[in-house]
Structures are given as C-alpha cells and as structure tokens.
C-alpha cells in the first residue's frame, strides 16, 4: 500500500515521503496512529507540488549562499590595534570583533559562531579566516592586524606630504604670476 508520511517515523523516512509499506502495517500502524494517509490521487498531486516548491526554495537559497560566498572571498578586513613588544597585541582579535567588523564595513550580518577562527588573533599580521556559508561552502576573508601607532605615523606623513606639495603648487603658481607681471 502507498502512504504519505504526515510525521517523521523512525526506520521508515521523514513527513511527506511518499512510501510503499505491507498494508498491516499501513492499517494497524501508520493509519491508526495518524502518522501517515493513503496515497489517494488528491495527496499524490499535493506531494508533487509541495515537492516541487521545496526544490525551487532550496535552489533560491542556494543561489543565495553563493552570491554571499563570493562577496566574502573579496573582503579585507583592517584592525587597528595597540601593539607591545615583539608585535604582540593588547587583548585580541575574536571572532565577535570580525562579524561586526563584516556588519560594519560590508553590511553583512554573519553569525560569529560561523566565522572559523580557532583561538582568537594576537599579533600584527594578516590571516585568513574561513566563513561557514553552507555545508561545503567556506570562503576565505582577510583580515589585517596593523600596529595603531604605525597608521597614525602613516596618515600624519602623508598629511605632511600633502601640505608640502600645496606649498610647492602655491609657490609655483605666485612664480608663473610674477614672470607674467614682467
């Protein structure tokens, strides 16, 4: 006899399996139990279509989850960080700081349980950090660990050239008015 299971049975297969089983236990079982109804054309047609509503909202989310996976793989994350000795950083890096890092920077909102970082991040350097997407769907964001002293000395220097190459033009152009005064 051919049921559709409504619930979940042990040893027999999960709610909305079409199944073929002895007609015993079909009757004294599944039937009596409420655990599945006969395979009658009206639930055949019904199962077909729930079916067919679950493969097009499984490949909907699929198409999803590689959209996500392939603007992970591009990100690059960059931490500032208070270094001490010997390019150890005070406190660390953990996943929590990533997934907010990722919320903030990109607008993604990734659970931090999913973010693959086995002990957090102590020392300057750059690192890979595998995302759980999907089952076997794991792309790799960067992340950078630079000294907060280092970037300070790097934006002040390059405030510095700035200011000079304004002086340089201004000093150029008063030049080029003067020899054209003449």
Do not use: C, W
């Not at 006899?1 to 236990?25: F, H, P, R, W």
């Not at 890092?101 to 990734?110: F, N, P, Q, V």
């Amino acid at each position: 006899m051919k049921v559709i299971l409504l619930q979940d049975v042990e040893g027999l297969g999960k709610a909305g399996d079409l199944k073929e089983v002895a007609n015993g236990y079909a009757r004294n079982y599944l039937l009596r139990r409420r655990l599945a109804a006969g395979a009658t054309p009206t639930l055949l047609a019904n199962h077909k279509q729930q079916i067919a509503a679950q493969q097009r909202k499984q490949e909907k989310l699929a198409a999803e989850q590689n959209r996500l996976a392939e603007r992970l793989a591009q990100v690059t994350l960059t931490f500032k960080a208070r270094v001490g000795r010997q390019g150890r950083l005070y406190g660390s890096i953990t996943s929590q700081d990533i997934a907010a890092g990722l919320r903030d920077a990109e607008g993604l909102t990734i659970d931090r349980r999913l973010i693959d970082l086995p002990s957090p991040i102590r020392s300057i350097g750059s690192y890979p950090i595998p995302v759980k997407v999907a089952a076997k769907l794991e792309p790799k964001i960067t992340v950078n660990v630079v000294s907060q002293a280092e970037e300070e000395a790097k934006k002040a220097e390059e405030t510095e050239k700035a200011e000079e190459a304004e002086e340089t033009e201004e000093t150029e152009e008063e030049s080029s008015a003067e020899e054209e005064g003449k």
